[in-house]
Nanobody, 115 residues
Framework: QVQLVESGGGLVQPGGSLRLSCAASGSTLSINAWGWYRQAPGKQRELVATISSGGSTNYADSVKGRCSISRDNAKDTVYLQMNSLKPEDTAVYYC?????????WGQGTQVTVSS
């Protein structure tokens, strides 16, 4: 079992920055990929960024150049640095961890971009 806890969300003005964190506990050695997803009101959950066990990253076109996913293996934590935030980035952001057996989700953290 893996438990995920996100933090770092909040209210930020357009053009601002936030860094989200996702701390894992439990069977963290079994995680082979991490991801950040988001869900805005009335919309489906969508991929924001992923990072593999080998360090390969992937980003949604909507956040390329503005977001960066990274991980600290010693802390079992994954980060999402978000810059130049836009109102359309407003959503609940979820952390996801994948093992060979199943996928785990965090509880989500709200990001609101508004003046």
């Amino acid at each position: 079992q893996v438990q995920l806890v996100e933090s770092g969300g909040g209210l930020v003005q357009p053009g601002g920055s936030l860094r989200l964190s996702c701390a894992a506990s439990g069977s963290t050695l079994s995680i082979n990929a991490w991801g950040w997803y988001r869900q805005a009101p009335g919309k489906q959950r969508e991929l924001v960024a992923t990072i593999s066990s080998g360090g390969s990253t992937n980003y949604a076109d909507s956040v390329k150049g503005r977001c960066s996913i990274s991980r600290d293996n010693a802390k079992d934590t994954v980060y999402l640095q978000m810059n130049s935030l836009k109102p359309e980035d407003t959503a609940v952001y979820y952390c996801r961890a994948s093992t060979i057996r199943r996928i785990y989700w965090g509880q989500g953290t709200q990001v609101t971009v508004s003046s």
